[in-house]
């Protein structure tokens, strides 16, 4: 009797155990509850997309935002570069408003932005627009176009300075042929500001083309097809169609190409012109580096690369939201 009952306990201990890890109670349940959902493609994504965007901006916050941050607090600081500084407060800023080789220089960079940019963009443009079309050798020519923004800046400035020396260089020599000797393009405030920018858009140009052919390559090209068979001229088809549906690419040439210009201007006018003559091509950017390396007042130089920065940061955001941000809709 007693080996009878232990096997009929055991059986009921058995089944109850079985009960007890049903789905949805007990042990079995509360594992699947500990589990938890899966992550839906949506997190899955957002997940991924900050794994790919932590380096860069680790990379932005250590070596843009910090040194920003950093030239901002400098700017209420007499430093001399040699372990010496004092706190000034707004002197900087007041030095600055009082000097007309800052707002020389801010004349002269507002005038290079002006008028570089726009070339950049109808230049650039045109050439994507060439290029696009199908004919011989159109490869060669598309790296040929491209091959100067891949050379460095004072290789190409040093090239530039050779070919436009006065008298003797190559683009002087051609012009004496045809009686236009005695110009010095690189040496009279009239025409080394202009030089300065033709040189600029001869080596961007071939970028910026990369960038519209791959916006114009998005296209549909049946849109074009619909608009020859209704008797849309060319210029009709790029008003109407191309122009349109490159707002987005337009809208990126225009912000990288002002961010580049009023940033990036400095190999190119130290080989050029330094700065001259009489000061005609003294960017702003050009202006920093007289008083942080050549004058050694690096608390000025800070407090004028604040103003610099200040200057890109309200203008991009003015064209983010005249453009927003370069989206468009079908409506439009």
């Known amino acids: 009797m007693s080996a009878a009952a232990d096997v009929n306990a055991a059986a009921g201990a058995g089944a109850d155990s079985s009960a007890s890890a049903a789905p949805g109670t007990g042990v079995g349940g509360s594992g699947r509850r500990r589990r938890g959902r899966a992550p839906s493609r949506a997190q899955r994504e ?29 700017g209420f600081f007499w430093i001399d570069g040699f372990g ?45 627009l060439l290029v696009q079309q199908k004919f011989p050798a159109v490869g ?33 020599s051609l012009l004496s042929v045809v009686g236009l000797d005695g110009i010095s393009f690189l040496g009279d405030p009239k025409f080394a500001l202009g030089t300065v920018i033709a040189v600029t858009v001869w080596l961007q140009m071939g970028y910026y ?49 002002m961010v580049a210009v009023v940033t990036g201007g400095l190999d190119m006018i130290f080989v050029l012109t330094s700065g001259g003559p009489a000061n005609s091509t003294s960017l702003l950017i050009f202006y920093i580096y007289q008083q942080a390396f050549l004058f050694g007042d690096l608390g000025y130089a800070a407090a004028v690369g604040s103003v610099l920065v200040a200057f890109l940061l309200l203008f991009s955001g003015a064209m983010f939201l005249l453009t927003r941000g370069g989206r468009f809709s079908h409506d439009d």
């Not at 991924?48 to 030239?71: E, N, T, Y």
């Not at 020519?141 to 923004?149: C, D, E, K, M, V």
């Open 209 to 257: 083309m990369i960038i519209f052919l791959a916006g114009l390559q998005d296209i549909p090209g049946e849109l074009y097809e619909a608009a020859r068979i209704d008797g849309a001229s060319a210029w009709q088809r790029l008003r109407r169609i191309t122009l349109p549906l490159l707002a987005p690419t337009s809208f990126f040439v225009l912000l990288t190409s």
């Open 46 to 74: 957002t997940r991924a997309a900050l794994f790919f965007l932590a380096p860069d901006a680790v990379g932005l916050l250590v070596f843009v935002a910090i040194p920003m941050a950093l030239s901002v607090v400098l």
């Open 84 to 128: 010496n500084f004092e706190f000034i407060g707004i002197d900087n800023y007041v030095r600055m408003v009082k000097d007309p080789q800052f707002w020389n220089s801010a004349r002269v960079t507002l005038l290079y932005l002006v008028v570089l940019v726009p070339l950049i963009y109808v230049v650039g443009l045109g050439l994507a």
């Open 140 to 172: 060669v020519i598309r790296s040929a176009l491209f091959l100067p923004y891949v050379i460095s800046i004072v290789v190409v400035a040093m090239v530039w300075q050779f070919m436009l020396t006065d008298r003797t260089g190559v683009i002087a």
